[in-house]
């Protein structure tokens, strides 16, 4: 999928200003002075009104709202396997941001028929793997399923069709070194939420002009080798980021597989993940059963037992 991320200005002395708002009211003026002085003060007014106007429209537009579904044209889609794809969508304009702070996720509704033929909305709870650093568009990575509302509804989107979507919500709000260490345990696509942290502590990093120096360590559970999804992106990341560490884990693992196998245990937990302590949390997304044994077993540990709902100051956050 390329990419179509735009740099914005982000001071009054950036190329874009200079090059589209300065250096052409400087030609309109001094052309104005050669040609017919006369003319001079009606090229200040004009010189005024065009900078002003290309300042407005070159600033970010954020686009999300919390109580009010708004639709969004699907413009891409990119197959990663039979029943997983990336489906990209427009933002209103170029300079436009979804406007999802790092650990949010937002509400995706559609009307869906139901088996007694009724049409009824759907709402389902979905992270995008893009962020704010991206301009013009959206991307979520779904997984469908033949029995799925919203998952099988996207699967059958053409080109061109909408979609409805709010936000932000949800507990989780990533600030820059929140913890010392994060531990992470993700199955299937609870990957979305943790990719989202992980990519915005390492942007953050002090070599990139930030000071983030919190540790991330993640388990990723799957079924299949196939299942692992944008495990090209992970493994560049960890190459990347000696901060961050990734232990794959697999139900049904190929031959010389040096992962972890099975289900996700608490002896996996404790070798893997950081030990309790107040500078650390744990961060859990994916399947409910999953979700549930994760509860279990970190609480078994000695972590602090998890709340029916999170909250941001938990030290087990379930998204």
Not at 90 to 99: A, D, E, F, K, R
Not at 210 to 215: A, H, L
Not at 262 to 289: E, H, Q, R
Request: aromatic share 8%; proline share 9%.
């Amino acid at each position: 999928m390329a990419s179509h991320n735009q740099v914005k200005p982000v001071s009054f002395l950036s190329p874009q200003y200079i090059n589209g708002v300065y250096i052409p009211s400087g030609l309109l003026l001094v052309g104005c002075a050669i040609v017919k002085v006369e003319w001079l003060p009606y090229a200040i007014v004009l010189a005024l009104a065009l900078g002003t106007w290309k300042i407005f429209v070159n600033q970010t537009k954020k686009v999300l709202k919390p109580d009010v579904f708004q639709e969004f044209e699907l413009k891409e889609k990119t197959v990663l396997s039979h029943n997983v794809a990336i489906y990209r969508f427009n933002l209103p304009t170029s300079n436009s941001i979804l406007g999802l702070p790092i650990g949010q996720h937002m509400s995706v509704a559609a009307n869906i028929t139901q088996p007694d033929g009724v049409v009824k909305e759907v709402v389902r709870s979905y992270t995008p793997i893009s962020s704010d650093e991206n301009y013009g568009y959206f991307d979520l990575l779904i997984k469908s399923y033949p029995t799925g509302n919203i998952s099988k509804h996207m699967a059958e989107m053409k080109i061109g069709q909408t979609l409805k979507v709010k936000g932000p919500k949800g507990a989780m709000v990533y600030t820059p070194n929140l913890v010392k260490r994060f531990g992470m345990i993700a199955g299937g696509t609870g990957i979305t939420p943790m990719l989202q942290i992980i990519r915005a502590i390492i942007r953050g990093r002090p070599k990139n002009g930030g000071s983030d120096t919190t540790e991330v360590d993640l388990i990723f559970a799957n079924v299949n080798p196939e299942d692992i999804l944008l495990k090209e992106d992970l493994d560049a990341l960890v190459k990347e980021d000696p901060g961050f560490r990734v232990h794959y884990v697999l139900n049904n693992p190929p031959e010389k597989w040096d992962g972890g196998v099975g289900f996700v245990t608490p002896d996996m937990i404790k070798s893997k993940l950081p030990p309790p302590a107040p500078d650390m949390k744990i961060l859990i997304c994916g399947p409910p059963p999953m979700v549930s044994a994760m509860k279990k077993a970190t609480d078994s540990l000695g972590y602090e037992k998890p709340r029916p709902v999170s909250k941001l100051a938990d030290q087990v956050f379930c998204f």
